[in-house]
């Protein structure tokens, strides 16, 4: 048997690290020529005429709200979305808090104020005890996803938003950096989800003693994990955590608060290339995203967002794309019939297509269109295009 001493796996993992840093110097080149590139598409993409603008916006709010009258009738489940087979069995009831958050910040961003409401009530009575569930009658351990999940519905700033903030803050103090009653591997807040906090909480105006220093310790980590994500779950949640990220960076605009964007990585890095790793760190990460899985829309959607080159043509463009996906129907809900996977943009795209021989037995949510439908939406609200629903 081969005995590692410490001294040597600290080598090991020094070694690996200068290996990134080489290799991201190297790859800032080509992110530079790679996003002045899809700059330059989205900016001479072919504008659609205002008929056809209108035409993709009008079936889009369609088909959010067809959905979610669905979602209504048929997969919530104190109040908060499930799936379900034919039989009524109820299917991923311990996934409910993060597409629930998902599906409140996509009904709040498409305008639907009286169903987001109603959506975050559910999700605040969710809450026992100080934690937050995956849901009312799931026995697990709240995980680092759910919890995510939540932080982006705080983003959008629902009712007692600060209070839940705060409550957040003082769990951690009291826990000593653990956001659930699980193992370190599930409700440990990570670096990156303290970061996330920290940014959240940036316009409560709070003191420093006020953070805990498990939250004022907080760094990004996305920049390593690209590195070694598989598709699937993990490389979504790093997407999400890009996209609360870019949120809050957009939040930061509206209002004069400090968004820290720390990170060790880039102290290292920008020590060898004259080119500020905080220009370009989520470009990095974004690139490896879509070149992990290329049909991912939500990666490639953050991909355009991280250099800027998003606007109502491109969301457009994609919005077409997405209504025209064999994945969501436009008259049901999706079933397996119509896709494998619950929620494509965290599944390997091989699980878009179903089985052959499926039979009809499990009908879907729509999370996954809803949210990417909203955040296209969203893109084209700065048009003079009217969203009407």
């Not at 992110?31 to 598409?41: G, T």
């Not at 005890?129 to 932080?151: A, E, F, N, Q």
């Not at 990570?190 to 805990?212: F, K, V």
Request: charged share 20%; glycine share 4%; proline share 4%.
């Amino acid at each position: 048997m081969r005995i590692f001493t410490t001294s040597s796996l600290l080598a090991f993992a020094g070694f690996s690290l200068i290996g990134i840093f080489l290799q991201f110097g190297s790859n800032r080149r080509y992110l530079e020529l790679s996003a002045a590139a899809l700059q330059n598409w989205s900016a001479n993409l072919e504008r659609p005429s205002v008929a056809e603008m209108e035409t993709t916006i009008n079936e889009t709010n369609r088909r959010i709200l067809l959905y979610d009258n669905q979602v209504n009738e048929q997969l919530l489940d104190h109040g908060m979305v499930i799936n379900k087979t034919s039989s009524g069995k109820v299917l991923d009831i311990c996934d409910s808090l993060l597409f629930s958050s998902l599906r409140f910040a996509a009904l709040k961003k498409a305008g639907l104020t009286a169903r987001a409401h109603d959506a975050w009530t559910a999700i605040e009575n969710s809450k026992t005890d100080g934690y937050w569930l995956r849901h009312p009658t799931c026995k697990k351990s709240t995980s680092r996803d759910m919890i995510v999940g939540v932080m982006i519905a705080l983003s959008q700033k629902p009712e007692r938003y600060d209070q839940h903030i705060l409550a957040l803050l003082k769990t951690i103090e009291e826990n000593n950096g653990y956001l659930g009653n699980g193992p370190v591997y599930v409700s440990y807040a990570t670096p990156q989800i303290a970061l996330g906090l920290r940014m959240l909480s940036a316009d409560l105006q709070l003191s420093q003693s006020e953070i805990p220093t498990h939250v004022k310790n907080g760094f990004s980590t996305g920049e390593l994990s690209v590195q070694v994500l598989e598709r699937g779950y993990a490389s979504h949640l790093v997407a999400l955590s890009i996209w609360l990220e870019l949120e809050l960076k957009n939040t930061a605009r509206k209002y004069p608060i400090n968004v820290p964007h720390d990170s060790y990585f880039a102290t290292l890095v920008d020590s060898f290339d004259h080119i500020s790793f905080k220009s370009s760190r989520l470009q990095w990460q974004t690139h490896k995203l879509v070149m992990l899985d290329p049909q991912n829309m939500f990666f490639r959607f953050l991909r355009l967002k991280s250099i800027n080159a998003m606007n109502p043509n491109l969301a457009h463009k994609m919005l077409t794309e997405l209504l025209t996906m064999p994945q969501f129907p436009s008259e049901n809900l999706p079933t397996n019939c119509d896709k494998k996977a619950d929620y494509l943009w965290q599944r390997k795209s091989q699980e878009y297509t179903p089985r052959a021989y499926a039979n009809c037995q499990t009908t879907f949510n729509g999370t996954d269109f809803l949210w990417m439908a909203s955040l296209l939406l969203e893109e084209i609200q700065d048009s003079n295009i009217s969203l009407a629903h």
